[in-house]
């Protein structure tokens, strides 16, 4: 019987293997089985199913299956029982522990102050229940170009429970954006609960809520994003957005003239972001355009500015004055290489 003890059946009376499952049916089923039959299944023994008949030893008796019912709930019982003491036991320590510390806020428990959304569904949930929450303003910066339709139909029944309660919003965008009808047509549909300006450049997406609660994206195709809610991060969001909003032109207003005969406000944005040193597909980027749209812009500047490269180009933005395209408002039109100014200096 060597290499056939408990190790080859790790199992209970309720859970029998295959072999000593047909070795105690067929000894409930006769009254008792012969010795031998047992010897390849010695768990009948171990597990005291069965028992040699003290009439005649070469014979096995099963012990009752009711008997085996009563033993196995006492088991349960005394398993249960002893996992109730071990929760007791657990939670009194730690109530303890606790009992050591000051008094933890409400809602102040890990990730409160700063949530991971992982995923578009949870992200849309948070927001759907921020809106809900909100009672007097939204602050939104939205990066990029033109804004595509899906995007815009996508919060559309956030904002349209915005107005129904009253709530102020305003965005900020881009200078590109005033060119998407999407948009003009989600303002228009809004009326005044919307107030829209727009930047040469704005920051990430940003979406505040009543200055408590504010969402930003984590990584860069926005399946991941933060629900922030600690206050210093809450303001200084806050803070951010509102400076940004006295730089920013009013939709409804004309952007202003650069002063410069054939250059656009765009084609001075772009001079800017190039006196800076920065690669064509950063500037597109920041500007929310194309990589291809920039370097049109680009070739325009060139001919405009008369400079025969990329290093010519450099000296010509900064002759005229556009590697600081914000001027005072008094400063007089600019003029270009070799051309006089109006007045004759």
Known sequence: MAGHGTAEHPHGADRLCEAGDRVYSRAVRRGRVPRPDAESVPCLL?????????DDMDWLVPTSPQEVMTRLLRGVYDEVSGSQRRVGSAVAAFEWYAG???????????GAAIRVLDGLSRIQAAMDEATEACTTEVLTVQPGGIRP?????EGLHRALALRGRGVRMRDLYTHVARHGQGLLNYLELMGDTVEARTLDEVIDRLILFDRTVAFIPANADRTLALELRHPALVGYLG???????????????????????????????????????HQDAVIAERLGISVRTCRAHIARLSETLGAASRAQLGVRIAQVGLDNPRQPADVGPLTLPGQESPTGR
């Open 46 to 54: 171990e597990l005291a199913l069965l028992h040699p008949d003290p």
């Open 100 to 110: 050591l510390g000051p008094p933890v806020p409400t809602g102040a428990g890990e």
């Open 149 to 153: 339709e899906h995007e815009l139909t």
């Open 239 to 277: 803070t951010v957005f509102d400076r940004l909003w006295r730089l920013a032109i009013p939709l409804t207003a004309a952007l202003p003239d650069t002063g410069i005969e054939g250059i656009s406000h765009r084609e001075q944005s772009i001079a800017a972001l190039l006196a800076e040193g």
